[in-house]
């Protein structure tokens, strides 16, 4: 089983939109779950509007990670934890001791920069109990055109965490998919290029595990 955690210190950032996304496209080919350890539940949300009652299995995951991992992580090649806004939230920094990887989205804006330097902090000390913890960050909201977007990689390069080349565009098809219950690659042609991104960043991601 390989256990990706979606971690932020700001909300925001996408977190859940890109964790809804990665687990939908992973789940085309294995059994992958979502489990839902933010507090404010948006995972379980999306999924309680989805159609589809066959869809990607989203786990609460609230109260106890450990435990519910261990009961129903054994079903799942992929569980992927969608942890709260904060990197001293209990749920994140379990997540974090139980991942094989944490994927950390980050907008670019000084705010969210920021608030990376102390996920940079968590990842190093995290690496103690567990060693074999991979961590990138995903530019999220990516706009192209901007300034600050240009700079962006830039800023993160002054940062110990390495960034994935594949960013993710500020695209309207995110928001309206999760508002249906749905992936970016269940909406047909209107999600095709929000689809490629995140096919993008899980090919490049999947070399990491």
Request: charged share 20%.
């Amino acid at each position: 089983m390989t256990i990706i955690a979606l971690v932020g210190n700001k909300g925001g950032a996408g977190k859940t939109t890109l964790a809804v996304n990665i687990a939908s496209l992973l789940g085309r080919s294995a059994k992958t779950a979502l489990f839902d350890a933010d507090p404010q539940g948006s995972s379980l949300q999306w999924r309680a509007i989805a159609e589809d009652p066959d869809g990607l299995p989203v786990v609460d995951a609230i109260g106890d990670l450990r435990d519910t991992l261990a009961r129903r992580g054994g079903q799942f090649e992929h569980v992927l934890i969608d942890c709260p806004p904060s990197v001293d939230a209990v749920q994140t920094l379990e997540a974090l001791c139980l991942s094989d990887l944490a994927l950390i989205p980050v907008q670019p804006s000084p705010l969210d920069l920021w608030a990376t330097v102390h996920i940079d902090h968590a990842i190093e000390q995290t690496r103690q109990v567990n060693p074999g913890l991979a961590a990138y960050l995903v530019i999220n909201q990516l706009e192209p055109r901007t300034r600050l977007s240009q700079v962006m990689r830039d800023a993160l390069a002054e940062l110990s965490l390495p960034a994935a080349q594949s960013a993710v565009r500020r695209r309207m098809i995110y928001r309206k998919s999760i508002i249906q219950g749905r992936s970016v690659l269940d909406v047909g042609s209107p999600g095709a290029a929000a689809a490629d991104e995140i096919r993008q960043l899980v090919d490049e991601m999947v070399k990491l595990l």
